[in-house]
T-cell receptor, first 114, second 113 residues
Framework: GAGVSQSPSNKVTEKGKDVELRCDPI?????LYWYRQSLGQGLEFLIY????????KSGLPSDRFSAERTGGSVSTLTIQRTQQEDSAVYLC????????????FGQGTRLTVV | GENVEQHPSTLSVQEGDSAVIKCTYS??????FPWYKQELGKRPQLIID?????GEKKDQRIAVTLNKTAKHFSLHITETQPEDSAVYFC????????????FGSGTKLNVKP
Protein backbone atom coordinates (compact mmCIF):
# COMPACT_ATOMS: atom_id res chain seq x y z
CA GLY A 1 0.00 0.00 0.00
CA ALA A 2 0.92 3.65 -0.10
CA GLY A 3 1.56 3.94 3.63
CA VAL A 4 1.29 2.21 6.98
CA SER A 5 -2.30 1.26 7.62
CA GLN A 6 -3.82 0.60 11.02
CA SER A 7 -7.22 -0.71 11.95
CA PRO A 8 -9.52 0.06 13.52
CA SER A 9 -9.09 3.83 13.74
CA ASN A 10 -11.07 3.93 16.94
CA LYS A 11 -11.98 1.20 19.39
CA VAL A 12 -14.14 1.48 22.45
CA THR A 13 -14.16 -1.58 24.66
CA GLU A 14 -15.39 -2.55 28.07
CA LYS A 15 -12.93 -3.11 30.87
CA GLY A 16 -11.89 -6.75 31.00
CA LYS A 17 -12.41 -7.47 27.31
CA ASP A 18 -9.64 -8.44 24.90
CA VAL A 19 -8.81 -6.26 21.90
CA GLU A 20 -6.77 -6.79 18.74
CA LEU A 21 -5.15 -3.93 16.87
CA ARG A 22 -3.86 -4.44 13.36
CA CYS A 23 -0.95 -2.89 11.49
CA ASP A 24 -0.24 -3.29 7.80
CA PRO A 25 3.27 -1.96 7.11
CA ILE A 26 4.66 -0.56 3.89
CA UNK A 27 5.51 -3.33 1.46
CA UNK A 28 9.19 -4.28 1.67
CA UNK A 29 9.71 -2.84 5.14
CA UNK A 30 11.21 -5.50 7.38
CA UNK A 31 11.24 -3.45 10.59
CA LEU A 32 7.96 -2.86 12.42
CA TYR A 33 7.44 -0.96 15.67
CA TRP A 34 4.55 -0.50 18.06
CA TYR A 35 4.34 2.60 20.27
CA ARG A 36 1.76 3.79 22.75
CA GLN A 37 0.91 7.47 23.14
CA SER A 38 -1.23 8.62 26.02
CA LEU A 39 -2.98 11.97 25.73
CA GLY A 40 -0.41 14.75 25.49
CA GLN A 41 2.44 12.37 26.18
CA GLY A 42 5.44 11.00 24.30
CA LEU A 43 5.98 7.83 22.33
CA GLU A 44 6.26 4.82 24.60
CA PHE A 45 8.07 1.93 22.91
CA LEU A 46 6.23 -1.38 23.12
CA ILE A 47 7.73 -3.92 20.73
CA TYR A 48 9.98 -4.13 17.68
CA UNK A 49 10.06 -6.75 14.92
CA UNK A 50 12.99 -7.06 12.52
CA UNK A 51 12.76 -9.61 9.77
CA UNK A 52 12.84 -13.16 11.05
CA UNK A 53 14.69 -12.31 14.24
CA UNK A 54 13.13 -12.69 17.65
CA UNK A 55 11.19 -9.52 18.48
CA UNK A 56 12.36 -7.03 21.07
CA LYS A 57 9.53 -7.14 23.61
CA SER A 58 11.28 -5.09 26.25
CA GLY A 59 8.69 -2.31 26.17
CA LEU A 60 5.55 -4.37 26.76
CA PRO A 61 4.09 -3.06 30.04
CA SER A 62 2.61 -6.32 31.26
CA ASP A 63 1.90 -9.90 30.23
CA ARG A 64 -1.55 -8.77 29.12
CA PHE A 65 0.14 -7.30 26.05
CA SER A 66 1.41 -9.45 23.20
CA ALA A 67 2.11 -8.99 19.53
CA GLU A 68 2.83 -11.13 16.55
CA ARG A 69 3.86 -10.55 13.01
CA THR A 70 2.77 -13.10 10.46
CA GLY A 71 4.75 -13.75 7.31
CA GLY A 72 6.99 -10.78 7.99
CA SER A 73 4.19 -8.38 7.11
CA VAL A 74 0.98 -7.71 9.02
CA SER A 75 1.24 -7.35 12.79
CA THR A 76 -1.39 -7.70 15.48
CA LEU A 77 -1.12 -6.19 18.94
CA THR A 78 -3.34 -7.96 21.46
CA ILE A 79 -4.33 -6.57 24.83
CA GLN A 80 -6.03 -9.03 27.11
CA ARG A 81 -8.33 -8.11 29.99
CA THR A 82 -8.16 -4.43 29.14
CA GLN A 83 -7.87 -1.86 31.91
CA GLN A 84 -8.76 1.83 31.86
CA GLU A 85 -5.07 2.76 31.94
CA ASP A 86 -4.68 1.02 28.58
CA SER A 87 -6.63 3.86 26.98
CA ALA A 88 -4.27 5.57 24.55
CA VAL A 89 -3.40 5.89 20.88
CA TYR A 90 -1.45 2.90 19.63
CA LEU A 91 0.90 3.78 16.78
CA CYS A 92 2.59 1.40 14.42
CA UNK A 93 5.60 2.33 12.30
CA UNK A 94 7.68 0.51 9.72
CA UNK A 95 11.03 1.04 8.03
CA UNK A 96 13.59 -0.71 5.89
CA UNK A 97 15.88 -3.12 7.63
CA UNK A 98 18.45 -0.67 8.85
CA UNK A 99 17.89 1.66 11.79
CA UNK A 100 19.16 4.68 9.89
CA UNK A 101 16.23 5.02 7.56
CA UNK A 102 12.96 6.85 8.00
CA UNK A 103 10.28 5.21 10.07
CA UNK A 104 6.80 5.76 8.64
CA PHE A 105 3.94 5.90 11.10
CA GLY A 106 0.38 4.75 10.69
CA GLN A 107 -2.50 6.98 11.72
CA GLY A 108 -2.91 5.10 14.97
CA THR A 109 -5.71 3.30 16.77
CA ARG A 110 -7.39 5.28 19.52
CA LEU A 111 -8.35 2.79 22.22
CA THR A 112 -10.82 3.79 24.89
CA VAL A 113 -11.53 1.39 27.75
CA VAL A 114 -14.75 2.18 29.60
CA GLY B 1 20.22 0.81 26.22
CA GLU B 2 19.96 4.28 24.77
CA ASN B 3 18.40 7.13 26.77
CA VAL B 4 17.25 10.23 24.91
CA GLU B 5 16.33 13.36 26.86
CA GLN B 6 14.58 16.30 25.23
CA HIS B 7 14.15 19.91 26.39
CA PRO B 8 12.11 21.97 26.76
CA SER B 9 8.82 20.12 27.13
CA THR B 10 6.91 23.21 25.98
CA LEU B 11 8.06 26.22 24.00
CA SER B 12 6.11 29.31 23.10
CA VAL B 13 7.48 31.80 20.59
CA GLN B 14 6.18 34.78 18.66
CA GLU B 15 5.66 34.34 14.94
CA GLY B 16 8.88 35.19 13.13
CA ASP B 17 11.12 34.31 16.05
CA SER B 18 13.44 31.30 16.15
CA ALA B 19 12.85 28.12 18.14
CA VAL B 20 15.47 25.70 19.39
CA ILE B 21 14.84 22.23 20.80
CA LYS B 22 17.66 20.23 22.34
CA CYS B 23 18.22 16.52 22.85
CA THR B 24 20.93 14.51 24.52
CA TYR B 25 21.64 10.82 24.13
CA SER B 26 23.67 8.30 26.08
CA UNK B 27 24.83 5.62 23.63
CA UNK B 28 27.98 6.72 21.84
CA UNK B 29 27.24 4.10 19.17
CA UNK B 30 24.11 5.98 18.04
CA UNK B 31 24.69 7.51 14.64
CA UNK B 32 21.30 8.42 13.20
CA PHE B 33 19.18 11.24 14.63
CA PRO B 34 15.80 11.98 13.07
CA TRP B 35 13.29 14.63 14.09
CA TYR B 36 9.56 14.04 13.81
CA LYS B 37 6.72 16.55 13.83
CA GLN B 38 3.31 15.55 15.09
CA GLU B 39 0.44 17.93 14.46
CA LEU B 40 -2.63 17.65 16.64
CA GLY B 41 -4.49 14.44 15.91
CA LYS B 42 -2.04 13.40 13.20
CA ARG B 43 0.71 10.84 12.91
CA PRO B 44 4.38 11.75 13.51
CA GLN B 45 6.20 12.59 10.30
CA LEU B 46 9.90 12.94 9.61
CA ILE B 47 10.97 16.53 8.99
CA ILE B 48 14.75 16.24 8.99
CA ASP B 49 17.44 13.80 10.00
CA UNK B 50 21.19 13.80 10.46
CA UNK B 51 23.83 11.12 10.45
CA UNK B 52 26.95 11.16 12.53
CA UNK B 53 29.27 11.89 9.65
CA UNK B 54 27.97 15.45 9.43
CA GLY B 55 27.67 18.20 12.02
CA GLU B 56 24.85 20.25 10.53
CA LYS B 57 22.09 19.89 8.00
CA LYS B 58 19.65 22.50 6.71
CA ASP B 59 16.38 22.34 4.86
CA GLN B 60 14.85 25.75 4.25
CA ARG B 61 13.78 27.10 7.66
CA ILE B 62 14.82 24.08 9.67
CA ALA B 63 18.28 22.89 10.61
CA VAL B 64 19.72 20.24 12.84
CA THR B 65 23.13 20.31 14.52
CA LEU B 66 24.97 17.39 16.04
CA ASN B 67 27.80 17.34 18.57
CA LYS B 68 28.96 13.74 18.86
CA THR B 69 31.57 14.51 21.48
CA ALA B 70 29.00 16.02 23.81
CA LYS B 71 26.29 13.61 22.65
CA HIS B 72 23.70 16.23 21.92
CA PHE B 73 21.77 17.41 18.89
CA SER B 74 19.40 20.29 18.33
CA LEU B 75 16.58 21.35 16.04
CA HIS B 76 16.50 24.97 14.92
CA ILE B 77 13.45 26.54 13.30
CA THR B 78 13.86 30.06 11.97
CA GLU B 79 11.16 32.56 11.02
CA THR B 80 8.55 30.47 12.79
CA GLN B 81 5.01 30.41 11.45
CA PRO B 82 1.74 29.36 13.11
CA GLU B 83 1.75 26.14 11.08
CA ASP B 84 4.97 25.16 12.85
CA SER B 85 2.88 24.68 16.01
CA ALA B 86 3.07 20.96 16.82
CA VAL B 87 4.83 18.45 19.01
CA TYR B 88 8.39 17.68 17.94
CA PHE B 89 10.16 14.44 18.82
CA CYS B 90 13.85 13.73 18.52
CA UNK B 91 15.14 10.19 18.24
CA UNK B 92 18.38 8.25 18.11
CA UNK B 93 19.35 4.88 16.72
CA UNK B 94 22.54 2.97 16.02
CA UNK B 95 21.62 2.56 12.40
CA UNK B 96 22.75 -1.05 12.19
CA UNK B 97 20.72 -4.15 11.62
CA UNK B 98 18.22 -5.13 14.26
CA UNK B 99 18.04 -1.69 15.73
CA UNK B 100 15.22 0.45 17.08
CA UNK B 101 14.52 4.12 17.54
CA UNK B 102 14.64 5.71 20.97
CA PHE B 103 12.44 8.78 21.14
CA GLY B 104 12.68 11.85 23.32
CA SER B 105 9.66 12.86 25.38
CA GLY B 106 8.58 15.56 22.92
CA THR B 107 8.40 19.35 22.81
CA LYS B 108 5.13 21.14 22.30
CA LEU B 109 5.85 24.22 20.21
CA ASN B 110 3.30 27.00 20.14
CA VAL B 111 3.86 29.81 17.63
CA LYS B 112 1.75 32.83 18.51
CA PRO B 113 0.55 34.96 15.57
Amino acid sequence: GAGVSQSPSNKVTEKGKDVELRCDPISGHTALYWYRQSLGQGLEFLIYFQGNSAPDKSGLPSDRFSAERTGGSVSTLTIQRTQQEDSAVYLCASSFDRGDTEAFFGQGTRLTVV
Amino acid sequence: GENVEQHPSTLSVQEGDSAVIKCTYSDSASNYFPWYKQELGKRPQLIIDIRSNVGEKKDQRIAVTLNKTAKHFSLHITETQPEDSAVYFCAASRGDNFNKFYFGSGTKLNVKP
